[in-house]
């Protein structure tokens, strides 16, 4: 509830389950904390990645709510492949820092 989106527990919840039938995030135990997980894209869930783009240059030219930081509304517009890279990249390394240890 104290995030932006303002979501309650049980929502997202049910949300995270769901995204995990479907094998696009699964989880791991958190490592300083018992009580929480750390989810994290599956391949199948990166392989979304264009599409989301595709989604997100929409909704940035279509909807009136959405309201991107400048350098994200640039990037959406100049180089989406270069923001897929990056994602992706910096996905790597947190699989590095926190898969390889499964």
Known sequence: L??????????LSDRLKRLME????????????KTR?????TPV?????????????WAKNN???VELPPD????LDNDPEG???????KLEDWEREFLSKR
């Open 2 to 11: 104290a995030s932006f989106e303002g979501i309650s527990t049980n929502i």
């Open 22 to 33: 479907e094998q696009l995030i699964d989880c791991i135990d958190h490592p300083h904390a």
């Open 72 to 75: 994200i509304a640039s990037q």
């Open 37 to 41: 997980k750390l989810y994290f894209l």
């Open 83 to 89: 923001m897929i890279r990056a994602a992706l990249s």
């Open 63 to 65: 909807l009136s709510t």
């Open 45 to 57: 869930g990166k392989n979304l990645t264009h599409s989301m783009i595709e989604i997100a240059k």
